[in-house]
């Protein structure tokens, strides 16, 4: 078929589909609560979750929000997740505190460490809170965001099930253990959220299903070489990629995140964390996560003014490409969400949607709806 | 000359060099000790400022120890550091204080903040200082050491002269802006020390020496693009190097340490620093720094063992090649000092001691003597 032709069935068939597959952004979130509610999940859990996952599609970040709904749901089936277990405190300081999530869902779980950081920071300036017994917490960005509208500094980790192999390794012991900043800039503001392999899984995902390679650095084949073959991809690689790349920082950094989350809540961590699928699981994740709020008044009163320089100065660095400006961390998110304010609603993927009406039917409750 | 008698001369002038270079680390310390006198510095702030700069070099990271002594002694001759200077605290709470580092040596003002966040972390869990008004401070990992012996984790980060180019800038906007964290686990530990560009500059100016090439995602050129030329090398790229290859990760991390130290602390930050040489620098630097201690009895009792499962984990993942063995952060650190150990004295470069020599001469201090 010539090339022209599958470009007019392409643009076709998108057309056909954005007018078919806008969700509301409430729409979305509702259908993701009625799901919870249908595994005894009380309402107000089914809420934090719901928010945290359609916040996750709003900002663009497709793989942590609808997309891990199944995941969740079938974890609450097999019952290696409890979705209404309510977080413990262990031992606590003025300025820390150890939780016990006590197998809840895991936002439940990361919005009571993260308001109990903020609170302790109003006081002792820092709240650290680390939490074990936990599960799956969504993107990372949202916990310091929680920070950022009390005009706090906020920071979140987690470790996660292993994908990553150590540099010079050749299988995996780390997982992809991201790490999110979030930083008030009066109405600007900073947010980091990465992963601290080169990539996440789903970017590699992606280049399998369109057949093409992926660039050196990001994963790593059976006998641990470099591949830009997709199929042979076996683990992650760090950030940086290679040795001689610096991968060995990425791999440093990853080593950071499981100490400050799994070994120091005492949750699991490296390869005793279990592998994870849309499938759920039979065994409990036992997740560690790492929660901070600094009140920045604690220190330069002129913290969010100088912010606000700062991002403006990285903006305004001379671009290679006049075309492509410099960004900071969340200015792509916030296209995104200005983007799905404009259309009306978030454009879910076919096969998204198609999970959505299986889902719809097997736990019986009413299937999403479009714009 | 045949490629044979090159590398002939080139091993009989390394074994020469051997015998001459070896220097103990007591008198590596003392020559140190007798520049920062010379300038009129406090016999305990030169204390303090060699005691850091020396073990740089014990633990081979070369370009951090005796080779930064000529920036610093500059910077006094010309004024711009106060070698006298104490610093103090500006504002505190049970887990914070803001410092005023008074322009003073950069092991004094980091000693001083270090010595803080550990006190304020024995009574509220966690200690978090951020100082103005600060200098080089060496090594970043020499303050989370401190915190170490302490049997806490140690956390510390400083802004630094603009060098790297934000992903999609053509000019420099941050630093190498370091990260160091270090952990306690028994008889073992974990320290990782790393720059948030792809390399330290060092590493760029070896391969121009050699006339070697340099891999790509190191450095840009004058128009942005990534080359492989260290002629040609005018920005360091963030780790990770290009975008495709998630420097934005690289170009985030230096931006959170560029926010946590010189934002946070109303010091300089991004282009507001000053660039710096060995010939020192008229201007006041205004670095910015945060040190973090964290006390783990906080949290799960049995942080320690699980920290030594946690590395004995990592460094019996399988190996891609078994010649090279699977490294936790520190660990080749650890390696160097025992063999400075064994030699019984620190190989510098002849390059190095020259300069010695010549400070020797220029301040009328005792040179350096060899074993």
Same mark, same amino acid.
Do not use: W
């Given at each position: 078929m010539p090339a022209i032709i599958q470009n007019q069935r392409r643009n076709m068939s998108m057309c056909e589909s954005q007018k078919q597959e806008l969700v509301s952004v409430n729409e979305s979130r509702r259908f993701m609560i009625d799901c919870f509610k249908a595994f005894g999940v009380p309402q107000i859990h089914a809420e934090q979750q719901a928010d945290l996952l359609v916040a996750a599609d709003y900002r663009g970040h497709f793989s942590h929000g609808l997309n891990r709904l199944e995941y969740y749901l079938n974890d609450l089936s097999k019952k290696s %997740?409890?979705? @209404?277990a309510v977080p413990k405190i262990l031992k606590e300081t003025p300025a820390t505190a150890w939780v016990d999530?006590?197998?809840?869902?895991g936002a439940v779980i990361g919005n009571f460490c993260m308001d109990l950081a903020i609170k302790k920071s109003k006081t002792a300036g820092v709240g650290w809170v680390c939490v074990k017994n936990?599960?799956?917490?969504?993107?990372?960005g949202w916990y310091p965001m929680k920070a950022m509208k009390e005009g706090f500094v906020g920071i979140s980790m987690t470790n996660t099930s292993p994908l990553m192999a150590p540099?010079?390794?050749?299988?995996?012991?780390?997982?992809?253990n991201p790490i999110a900043v979030g930083v008030p800039a009066g109405d600007d503001h900073f947010l980091l959220d990465m992963a601290t %392999?080169?990539? @996440?899984l789903g970017k590699i995902e992606i280049q399998r299903r369109k057949g093409e390679d992926i660039p050196e650095g990001w994963a790593q084949n059976v006998e641990g070489a470099s591949t830009t073959d997709p199929e042979q991809a076996c683990c992650l690689m760090p950030l940086g990629g290679a040795e001689g790349n610096s991968g060995y920082k990425g791999y440093g950094l990853a080593s950071v995140v499981d100490i400050l989350t799994g070994v120091m809540a005492g949750a699991n961590y490296s390869t005793k964390i279990r592998k994870w699928n849309a499938?759920?699981?039979?065994?409990?994740?036992d997740l560690g996560q790492m929660f901070v709020a600094i009140?920045?008044?604690?220190?330069?009163?002129d913290f969010e003014t100088n912010m606000c320089d700062l991002n403006s100065r990285l903006r305004n660095?001379?671009?290679?490409?006049?075309e492509m400006t410099v960004l900071v961390a969340g200015d792509k998110e916030e296209d995104n969400m200005k983007a799905v304010d404009k259309a009306g609603g978030i454009k879910y993927l076919p096969d998204q949607l198609r999970t959505c009406k299986e889902l719809a039917q097997r736990l019986n409750v009413k299937p999403l709806s479009f714009i």
């Open positions: %997740t409890d979705g @209404a999530g006590c197998n809840g869902l936990s599960n799956h917490y969504g993107m990372a540099t010079r390794a050749k299988e995996a012991a780390l997982g992809t %392999t080169a990539v @996440a499938l759920g699981c039979n065994e409990q994740a009140n920045p008044n604690c220190f330069d009163p660095s001379k671009p290679i490409d006049p």
